[in-house]
């Protein structure tokens, strides 16, 4: 799974996590809070109500929840369609029992928020629309026709109208209010935990590469002295079958097969150490190897060291540093015209990477929230090398400042102004900063042994 594969999730995805099993709970706290409420009204404060309508409207309810608990299996996830088809049973519900209870003039007409809530919360943005305007005509109904709340002496408990018009004006506004603010923020919400396990997959994908040469190492040790002591046995059995010229030659064969493998083994192992010692490396050194995938793509990338000190600094090979720069290179290289510059800066007490490109730079309006997952693109100029998933995404920039922060660096994003020495406008500007300690490992005692390999256990 790559980073292109990763998307936002749908509101078709998110009301396919819902089960059966919560709706139904939900909708028989509803319907005991609803059986309370009439049996208060009646024979506590003497209201006349359709208790034979009321009664049936809330068995209604009771027949779909039983009906559900026995059709259906109790871990059964609810599709889209589903979930709206129970929502809005349960607004049209709740409109029908309002109406046999005073309309907006009952107190109890601010629960039609509840079933838009829900789905603001777990469904579509179309879904949505459809739950709200339904029951932005409910209430619009409601405020106009209704039977009347009366008391045993006959007296009409209603508001005044204005009270019924404000009742109205903020149930339609809590409606719009509730499934925009419930929408936004659960959008926000999936597709942070999406890019987060987006950017684990790619930091557990580097570790692995990492420590992959280790592997090689160990295992090129353990193998080296079973193939010496075939060496051995073949050479003796080589030099003891002069009378035997087909077994001899069977005893070369082996001899010689031992030696290549060995020549494997020390290829292997030199590769393996040398990953292994890699675990510290100058900063330049860094700065290339996370750049080197992009090198060959058409694009001049530029290197520049402009450290205060004559001596470059030493900095821990962490992958989540390697990663993270590699995506903030590769999206320069993605939005460059023709050159992409990378620079190496250092004190006493800062390190810091700045990555430019020529390029038409980020939109204004976007740099506050770059790093946000799925915002949006970056412009530029139609062209063959765009790659088709950056549209509506902000993944890449995303996981390179996720990985990168949790290094202890801080990024700031700005667009340039200026021409550089060679005349190209600058676009994009990313500026990665480190305190020094955190990075290099002479600094702050940070460990330098890299110690022995260790025995790879299967």
């Not at 060496?231 to 001899?248: C, I, N, T, V, Y």
């Not at 500007?429 to 702050?444: E, F, G, S």
Request: charged share 20%; glycine share 8%; with cysteine.
């Amino acid at each position: 799974m790559t980073q292109s594969d990763v998307r936002p999730t749908s509101g078709d995805t998110r009301a396919n996590w819902i089960r059966l099993r919560t709706m139904i709970m939900l909708r028989w706290v509803a319907i005991t809070g609803q059986l309370i409420a009439i049996t208060v009204a009646q024979q506590l404060y003497s209201l006349q109500l359709e208790l034979g309508l009321c009664y049936a409207v809330i068995g209604a309810s009771v027949v779909a929840n039983i009906t559900a608990i026995f059709v259906f299996p109790e871990n059964k996830r609810l599709s889209e369609g589903e979930n709206l088809a129970m929502v809005l049973f349960d607004l049209l519900q709740l409109g029908v029992l309002l109406f046999l209870t005073g309309g907006l003039h009952n107190p109890f007409s601010l629960l039609v928020l509840g079933p838009v809530a829900v789905s603001a919360a777990v469904l579509s943005l179309r879904s949505t629309i459809v739950l709200g305007g339904t029951a932005i005509v409910l209430v619009s109904v409601l405020a106009r026709f209704h039977i009347l709340l009366t008391t045993d002496m006959g007296f009409v408990l209603r508001i005044p109208d204005v009270f019924v018009f404000g009742n109205w004006c903020a149930l339609v506004i809590g409606i719009a209010f509730i499934s925009a603010y419930s929408l936004r923020v659960s959008a926000e919400m999936y597709s942070m935990s999406d890019a987060l396990a987006a950017t684990q997959m790619a930091l557990a994908r580097e570790q692995k590469l990492t420590d992959l040469g280790g592997v090689v190492a160990a295992a090129a040790h353990e193998l080296g002295t079973p193939l010496a002591t075939i060496k051995l046995a073949s050479g003796e059995l080589f030099s003891e079958l002069d009378d035997r010229p087909d077994l001899q030659e069977d005893a070369a064969l082996i001899r010689q097969q031992a030696d290549r493998c060995r020549d494997i083994l020390r290829d292997m192992g030199r590769a393996g150490k040398d990953d292994l010692h890699m675990r510290q490396a100058p900063l330049m050194t860094v700065i290339q190897e996370a750049a080197d995938p992009h090198t060959t793509r058409g694009i001049n990338v530029e290197f520049r060291l402009n450290g205060t000190q004559s001596q470059e600094p030493t900095v821990l090979r962490k992958p989540e540093i390697i990663h993270g720069l590699r995506n903030l290179v590769q999206n320069a290289v993605d939005f460059s015209k023709t050159t992409v510059w990378i620079e190496a800066d250092w004190t006493d007490s800062v390190v810091s990477v700045r990555i430019l490109d020529d390029g038409r730079g980020f939109p204004p309006s976007l740099l506050g929230r770059l790093g946000d997952p799925f915002m949006g693109r970056r412009r530029a100029a139609p062209s063959s090398r765009q790659r088709a998933e950056y549209e509506g995404m902000g993944l890449g920039l995303f996981i390179a400042k996720t990985l990168l922060e949790r290094s202890g660096a801080s990024l700031s994003f700005a667009n340039g102004n200026d021409l550089n020495r060679a005349k190209f406008a600058i676009g994009a500007i990313v500026k990665v900063t480190w305190p020094r300690a955190a990075i290099d490992p002479r600094q702050n005692n940070l460990p330098q042994a890299l110690g022995p390999n260790h025995k790879f256990q299967i």
